[in-house]
């Protein structure tokens, strides 16, 4: 719950700015300097090194060798809140087994990429481990002149 004054602050921002915010001190109208600016696939460098790269990434980070900040240029906001919680949970379920952090060691087999539209990628890569073998999905987004990923699902 907001302290009293912070209610009142967000008050005086509604009348003062009454297209600015909703009655709860919501941004209902972004600021055009922060509007994400989508770029054309066309414009942008090929996305397959980029996409190995993020793959082999969020399986270390899930694995627990590798920091989630280093990601955060390459991924959404959504997307790095999904790895957060899914990085907390592998370490609790690490902590629980009582089994040490570990370098995954696995060969990529393949890599297959997608344009589904005129700023969208999508790219499947598939993973050996040895014992098994796992596919990464990424979907990539020409967002403000670069590649950012907008999904990552490791299954």
Do not use: K, Y
Not at 59 to 83: K, Y
């Amino acid at each position: 719950m907001l302290p009293a004054r912070s209610i009142g602050a967000l008050r005086a921002v509604d009348a003062a700015h009454p297209s600015a915010t909703s009655g709860a001190g919501v941004l209902i109208d972004a600021d055009p300097l922060f509007v994400r600016e989508r770029t054309a696939a066309s414009d942008l460098p090929d996305p397959s090194p980029l996409i190995s790269n993020l793959a082999r990434s969020v399986v270390e980070v899930i694995a627990g060798v590798r920091d989630i900040e280093q990601l955060s240029r390459w991924v959404t906001d959504d997307v790095f809140r999904h790895l957060l919680i899914r990085t907390q949970h592998a370490n609790r379920a690490r902590q629980a087994r009582r089994r040490p952090t570990r370098r995954p060691h696995f060969v990529e087999l393949s890599l297959r990429v997608q344009t589904t539209s005129e700023n969208i990628v999508d790219a499947v890569v598939i993973l050996d481990f040895g014992a098994r073998v796992r596919a990464v999905t990424v979907r990539l987004e020409g967002l403000d002149r670069r590649w950012r990923a907008s999904a990552i699902h490791v299954l």
